[in-house]
T-cell receptor, first 107, second 122 residues
Framework: DIQMTQSPSSLSAYVGDRVTITCRAS??????VAWFQQKPGKAPTTLIY???RLEGGVPSRFSGSGSGTDFSLTITSLQPEDFATYYC?????????FGGGTRVEIK | QVQLQESGPGLVKPSETLSLTCAVS?????????WAWIRQSPGRGLEWIGS???????FYTSSLKSRVTISIDTSRNHFSLSLRSVTAEDTAMYYC???????????????WGRGTLITVSS
């Protein structure tokens, strides 16, 4: 199995801040990583797939990068609606493991 | 616009079988994509349970493989999850999701259902 380790597990930030979340895979997954956003009481929604490909309708302040084992999700100019929990996931090999999540809170 | 909707019993007794259905609307389940079940609990985070393709070929996570069956019903445009011999550790929010082929030959979850909460308790 491929373990996905996210850091930090939580962070506090101000509206307008630039925020970066990292995800490390235990094995090389190429660029097959997705990022999801989940708000309390809601299902996850897809932000990014293929490490850097923005899903349709997702604001351009979200971006993803990385390859191999190290990946990151960046939110430029954090907006009030961006306070949520974010998960990475490798989508190349079964089982399709997720990271433990990063909770982004208002400072 | 494709929508997925889970349905299930809400409460299941220990040792019994959990049965869930995911109804797909706005899209034919026979298209060459994958359909998945994912669960989420406070102690275990997001956990992929398994997937089925449009022909009925299945893939399961190893920790649940002995207890789980995922099937597809093309006539009803839905797919199902059966989890046998449940315990309290199976208490979770259960989601169904579609896995599609995106740009660059990336297969990823693009649409999720709203989820259904399953509690295992006597």
């Amino acid at each position: 199995d491929i373990q996905m380790t996210q850091s930090p597990s939580s962070l506090s930030a101000y509206v307008g801040d630039r925020v970066t979340i990292t995800c490390r895979a235990s094995h090389d997954v190429g660029n097959h990583v997705a990022w999801f956003q989940q708000k309390p009481g809601k299902a996850p929604t897809t932000l990014i797939y293929g490490a850097s490909r923005l899903e349709g309708g997702v604001p351009s302040r979200f971006s993803g990068s990385g390859s191999g084992t190290d990946f990151s999700l960046t939110i430029t100019s954090l907006q009030p609606e961006d306070f949520a929990t974010y998960y990475c996931q490798q989508h190349i090999k079964y089982p399709l493991d997720f990271g433990g999540g990063t909770r982004v809170e208002i400072k | 616009q494709v929508q997925l909707q889970e349905s299930g019993p809400g409460l299941v007794k220990p040792s019994e079988t959990l049965s869930l259905t995911c109804a797909v609307s706005g899209y034919s389940i026979t298209t060459a994509f994958y359909w998945a079940w994912i669960r989420q609990s406070p102690g275990r985070g997001l956990e992929w349970i398994g997937s089925v393709d449009h022909t009925g070929i299945t893939f399961y996570t190893s920790s649940l493989k002995s207890r789980v069956t995922i099937s597809i019903d093309t006539s009803r445009n839905h797919f199902s999850l059966s989890l046998r011999s449940v315990t309290a550790e199976d208490t979770a929010m259960y989601y169904c999701a579609r896995r599609i082929r995106g740009d660059g030959d990336h297969w990823y979850f693009d649409v999720w259902g709203r989820g259904t909460l399953i509690t295992v308790s006597s």
